[in-house]
């Protein structure tokens, strides 16, 4: 049989991709594409190598020490057991999709299934984008839903930064219930944080929170003051603020609940 490479290589890569990918999304952790291509091309090359080696024993050695890698850059972990955990996840996605495809090349005519499954195809690589964009779809769909139940209220407001003001659209959100140092985190759009670091605002690591995506490391700011506009009432200095990974619904900042006392 005729083997192409860069058949190979390409429905390795769709597969991993589609395996890392649901994995996450069951585990309900961040989805970043750079960590998902990376650990896809890990495993890539891993089953590109494999048929270069006669002995099963290096092969199995080598995939069980493979596999806590491949996991290991799909994601960043807040703690050891989350990583574990992803890793229990992934080789049970990989192995229930084995098992689905053993069962399929069984009660499946043996040229319909070589057409489908050789390595002269793209029809794996075809079905794992299919996964990856199907998963994608429903996650924004969620997403959409959990958005328009926010809670709370919209306003506008002033940032304050070594004397520079910045005005932005507002919500307080009375599920933020983020905090930092006995005060609540305020969650702003990546384009606004650039915006204050370019006027002075210092940059303070990052905090853990729970996204709709699921669990997150944001890197975080110091924000001198926030102000909503016509409501005395409502500021507070000296807080911190977590950059979100993209646009957070229509709003520029979220606001936690507690900013009104």
């Known amino acids: 049989m005729e083997v192409y490479i860069e058949y190979a290589i390409i429905s390795n890569l769709a597969i991993n991709a589609a395996i890392g990918y649901l994995t996450l999304t069951l585990t309900k952790s961040r989805c970043g594409i750079i960590r998902i291509f990376l650990s896809s091309a890990i495993g890539a090359a891993l089953a590109v190598a494999m048929p270069l080696i006669d002995s099963k024993v290096a092969v199995l050695a ?60 793209l029809v ?29 209220c919209e306003c506008d407001l002033y940032i304050t930064v070594k004397g520079h003001k910045l005005f932005c659209s507002g919500f307080i959100d009375s599920g933020n219930t983020l905090t ?7 969650i702003i759009d990546g384009k606004i944080a650039k915006k204050l ?57 979220i606001l936690p609940a507690a900013i009104r006392g």
């Open 197 to 253: 670091i370019s006027s002075g605002a210092e940059k303070a690591g990052g905090i853990w929170v729970k996204t709709v995506s699921g669990e997150a490391y944001l890197k975080t700011i110091r924000i001198e003051s926030i102000d909503i506009v016509g409501d005395s009432k409502s500021s507070v200095n000296e807080i911190t603020a977590a950059v979100a990974r993209g646009k957070i619904a229509k709003y520029q900042v």
């Open 62 to 121: 080598i995939k069980l020490c493979t596999l806590p890698i491949v996991t290991l850059v799909l994601s960043k972990y807040s703690r050891v057991g989350k990583y574990i955990f992803t890793t229990l996840i992934y080789l049970a996605v990989t192995a229930m999709l084995g098992g689905l495809v053993y069962i399929l090349r069984n009660i499946t005519d043996s040229s319909i299934y070589a057409s489908f499954a050789g390595a002269d195809s």
């Open 124 to 152: 794996p690589a075809y079905l794992s984008a299919g996964l990856i964009l199907a998963i994608y779809i429903l996650r924004q769909i969620r997403g959409y839903i959990v958005n328009s139940k926010m809670a709370g």
């Open 180 to 186: 930092e140092g006995g005060k609540g985190v305020a």
